[in-house]
């Protein structure tokens, strides 16, 4: 007969006293057996987050000895290449860490590649729930969090990326100096508040540093953390299949099973981190020397993040600038630079809405779509990744063009055009491909799959065997909803013939227009029963239809 193991009997008493006061035992076992899904794109989420925690620790950890000041100083230290170079107390102190500090090179190739990664983590984790339609509600307010996560984490790594004073470093805030300069009125006001006078001033670094270890920290730590308190209290969405409804989940509990699975995963993220940061060299400042205004590197790239805006600001033309009271607007500056990065995170943020808006359903979903299934949106997503990629493909303009032997000036006209028809071209055929793929379930869904089995009929006909998709499969198959919208059922006019005040309106007629849009050409499975048998494609008096009429 088996004894039931007690814990000590210390422990029993911390947990007695806490579960007196604050009664968690109930709610522990409660959130201890909460069910994760196993797909393993839930997983990106994860990087994303344990990424953060890497760049918080080594971000602590570089903070010891790095001196946020432009006080120039001539440098004397352990790398005797730059001995006697003036340069600043911020780059004097980051090669102190590289050369001087035990273990402070690769620690800061981690904070480095941590910061690469968890942006990129963010990227696709996006990704997925725009393609999957997982931002629907009631998960709006965690998508527009999610989006502010991003465009903090974008500033974040751009001030990073400008703390150590090297020559790429100032190159980039020079770069965001000349986009808030072109802000019309405010643009020189703006600048000298940032700067501290005239660039690069002598106060840039230590309001930066500020920014980048206490406030947009503060600001991206508590928005992770509402972040997941709203996940947590709204579930995860999960993939179509057997058993998996709006109210109900079918995945792995939260404690042992994905408990266990999450801490390796953050070990094998810190592995892949560390390694990449042992044996690939990134930003090596001391082969860039200090920043100085007056000189330029060629063949240098922002970091992966920021080639979009720099591509942007390189292939937008000047020809629609112009002058107001004698004020000048630089269109050429002020599009790539603020309005393009504007169309992007506003676009992503108001997409849930504008979704919703023109299709008119605002039931929650816990079931999340397959990209296939939205054509229109995965078209969207296609559309806004090809314009995203082709400008971050122009902010290595001048290295394409040395590379292949072609014009500079060719290379940027061909990017403009690029800029315009690849996103359209993208949408076409995304569209085009998830129709398709809908064909194809449609069709596997009501005939079964090929078996490569070859029948005769008794007329002499030779016709292919199709079998019964497994339950998995067809639950997968038949669980592609039905797009409609509101604005195509309701009726124009009423019963009396007077038309609908809201289709009169010009807002009432764009909705109905984009919800033609939004729903043309969308594969039905309406009338569509699930394959059942186990031999023939034709049924019994298909077989004798055909050998009667031969």
Same mark, same amino acid.
């Given at each position: 007969m088996?004894?039931?193991?007690q814990?000590?009997?210390?422990l029993?008493g911390?947990?007695?006293f806490i579960?007196d006061?604050?009664?968690?035992a109930?709610m ?7 069910v994760f899904?196993?797909?393993?794109s ?7 987050l344990y ?11 570089l903070?010891?000895w790095?001196?946020p000041?432009?006080i ?10 730059l001995? /006697?170079v ?7 102190? @980051?090669?102190?860490?590289? %050369?001087?500090?035990? $273990?402070? =090179? ?6 480095h ?10 990227v ?5 729930v725009?393609f999957?339609g997982?931002?629907?509600k009631p998960?709006?307010i965690n998508w527009?969090?999610g ?5 903090l984490?974008?500033?974040?790594g ?19 100096? /000349?986009v808030?300069?072109?802000?019309p009125?405010?643009? @020189?006001?703006?600048?000298? %508040?940032l700067?501290? $006078?005239e =660039?690069?001033g002598e106060d840039?670094?230590?309001r930066?540093?500020?920014l980048?270890v206490?406030a947009?920290?503060?600001?991206l730590?508590?928005?992770i953390v ?5 996940l947590w ?7 179509p299949?057997?058993?998996r409804?709006?109210?109900?989940v ?11 699975k999450a ?9 892949v ?9 990134i930003?090596?400042?001391?082969l860039f020397?200090?920043f ?5 590197t060629?063949?240098l790239?922002?970091d992966?993040y ?6 942007s ?8 600038d ?14 790539p630079?603020?309005v393009i990065?504007?169309?992007?995170f506003?676009?992503?943020?108001a997409?849930?809405f504008l979704?919703?808006w023109i299709?008119?359903d605002k ?7 397959r ?6 949106r ?30 500079l000036?060719?290379t940027?006209y061909?990017f403009?055009v690029l800029?315009i ?20 379930d449609?069709?596997?869904l009501?005939h079964?799959y090929?078996?490569g089995?070859?029948?005769q009929?008794?007329?002499?006909e030779?016709?292919?065997v ?10 997968i ?13 309701e009726p ?6 007077v ?7 010009a ?13 043309k050409?969308?594969?039905?499975l309406?009338g569509v ?5 186990h031999h ?15």
């Amino acid at each position: 007969m088996s004894k039931t193991t007690q814990a000590p009997k210390a422990l029993r008493g911390v947990g007695n006293f806490i579960d007196d006061r604050f009664h968690v035992a109930k709610m522990g076992e409660k959130n201890l057996r909460k069910v994760f899904p196993n797909h393993w794109s839930f997983m990106l989420g994860e990087i994303a987050l344990y990424s953060f925690i890497i760049l918080l620790v080594t971000g602590v950890f570089l903070t010891l000895w790095f001196k946020p000041s432009m006080i120039e100083v001539v440098y004397d230290g352990p790398y005797e290449r730059l001995n /006697g170079v003036v340069m600043s107390e911020a780059y004097a102190s @980051t090669l102190h860490i590289d %050369f001087a500090v035990r $273990g402070g =090179f690769l620690v800061r190739q981690i904070h480095h590649w941590a910061a690469l990664i968890f942006v990129a983590s963010l990227v696709v984790h996006m990704l997925r729930v725009f393609f999957t339609g997982a931002f629907r509600k009631p998960r709006e307010i965690n998508w527009i969090i999610g989006v502010v996560i991003f465009t903090l984490a974008m500033l974040e790594g751009l001030f990073g990326y400008s703390l150590p004073d090297d020559l790429p470093s100032g190159m980039g805030v020079r770069i965001l100096q /000349g986009v808030m300069l072109a802000l019309p009125l405010v643009g @020189t006001y703006i600048s000298m %508040f940032l700067f501290g $006078g005239e =660039f690069p001033g002598e106060d840039i670094i230590t309001r930066l540093y500020m920014l980048h270890v206490l406030a947009i920290p503060a600001l991206l730590l508590g928005l992770i953390v509402a972040h997941f308190m709203i996940l947590w209290h709204q579930k995860h969405t999960q993939y179509p299949g057997p058993g998996r409804t709006d109210k109900t989940v079918v995945g792995t509990p939260m404690f042992p099973g994905f408990a266990v699975k999450a801490g390796g995963f953050f070990f094998f993220t810190f592995a892949v981190i560390a390694g990449l940061s042992a044996f690939v060299q990134i930003n090596p400042i001391h082969l860039f020397g200090p920043f100085t205004p007056t000189s330029i590197t060629s063949g240098l790239q922002p970091d992966w993040y920021m080639g979009f805006m720099e591509g942007s600001l390189r292939i937008f033309p000047n020809w629609f600038d112009f002058q107001i009271f004698g004020y000048a607007v630089p269109i050429g500056v002020l599009v790539p630079g603020l309005v393009i990065p504007g169309i992007i995170f506003g676009g992503l943020g108001a997409w849930p809405f504008l979704e919703q808006w023109i299709t008119g359903d605002k039931r929650a979903h816990n079931v999340a779509d397959r990209p296939r299934n939205a054509p229109v949106r995965t078209a969207v997503g296609a559309a806004g990744i090809t314009f995203y990629g082709i400008l971050w493909l122009a902010g290595s303009n001048d290295i394409i063009s040395e590379t292949f032997s072609i014009s500079l000036y060719v290379t940027t006209y061909i990017f403009r055009v690029l800029a315009i028809v690849g996103p359209i071209i993208a949408f076409i055929a995304a569209k085009r491909i998830c129709l398709g793929l809908q064909r194809r379930d449609r069709d596997s869904l009501e005939h079964g799959y090929e078996s490569g089995i070859i029948q005769q009929l008794p007329s002499g006909e030779f016709i292919e065997v199709h079998k019964r998709n497994s339950e998995e499969t067809t639950e997968i198959l038949a669980s592609k909803p039905e797009i409609t919208s509101t604005a195509l059922t309701e009726p124009e006019t009423d019963d009396k013939g007077v038309k609908n005040p809201a289709s009169r309106k010009a807002k009432g007629r764009l909705r109905r227009a984009l919800a033609e849009w939004y729903t043309k050409d969308n594969v039905s499975l309406d009338g569509v029963e699930p394959h059942s048998g186990h031999h023939l494609h034709h049924s019994d008096e298909v077989v004798k239809e055909h050998a009667s009429h031969h």
